[in-house]
């Protein structure tokens, strides 16, 4: 599943991440494995988490 | 973008560790940093005097190398935890000098650059290509892409 984990290390040490261009729980999946590298602090669902993975758009049409 | 994580890292990756104090000026050969091999803590610590401490290392930065009237300064593994800690002397980890080995500037400096090396390396076992994109701020942005 193509996506982009946008990672901000700060200045003492700690690590951000944000998972992007994935909706719904699987995004959490994802980067589980950043988890390993230490104690997660904070966890935090955000709005396009609830957000139903697949969405049907139509464009233009009658 | 759809979940968000704070980690505080435990140095665990001895490698990560090794290329965060190269980065800080401090790599083998002539960095003067000494590796034991493995785990093993059985790298003597000496104080400013010469004097030899009762801790031992798994890795050390001798002291002339820290500064002038410096203790060594030490990274031991605990086999419990399967981390790193530092063995800082009092003496050098008060000292507010921003550059100097050892001060509590210096040890984030040290942490970051470990986050930074241990996350790349992890993140490319895992098949994602990663870019670092410069920031103004002082902190480390990486992006990290997967395209399966």
């Known amino acids: ?62 | 973008m759809s979940k968000y994580k704070l980690i505080k890292l435990e140095i665990k990756d001895k490698d990560s560790l090794i290329k965060a104090l190269g980065d800080l000026g401090f790599s083998e050969g002539n960095g003067g940093l000494e590796v034991a091999n493995g785990h093993e803590n059985n790298l003597s610590l000496y104080g400013y005097q010469g004097d030899r401490r009762a801790e031992t290392a798994n890795i050390r930065i001798p002291r002339h190398r820290v500064a002038t009237a410096a203790n060594d300064i030490g990274f031991a593994f605990d086999k419990e935890t399967g981390s790193y800690r530092a063995i800082i002397s009092e003496f050098d980890s008060g000292d507010r000098k921003e550059k100097r080995a050892g001060s509590p500037k210096w040890q984030n400096r040290l942490k970051q650059r470990v986050s930074y090396h241990t996350v790349s390396k992890a993140a490319k076992r895992k098949g994602y290509r990663v870019k670092e994109v410069a920031t103004k701020d002082g902190t480390v942005r990486l992006q990290l892409q997967s395209f399966r």
Not at chain 1, 23 to 44: F, I, Y
Not at chain 1, 47 to 55: E, S
């Open chain 1, 1 to 62: 599943m193509k996506h982009i984990i946008d990672v901000v290390i700060t200045d003492d040490g700690q690590i951000e991440s944000t998972v992007k261009g994935v909706a719904g729980p699987k995004c959490g999946q994802l980067s589980a494995w950043l988890d390993k590298l230490g104690n997660v602090e904070v966890d935090e669902k955000t709005k396009d988490y609830y957000k139903k993975a697949k969405q049907k758009i139509r464009a233009g049409g009658r």
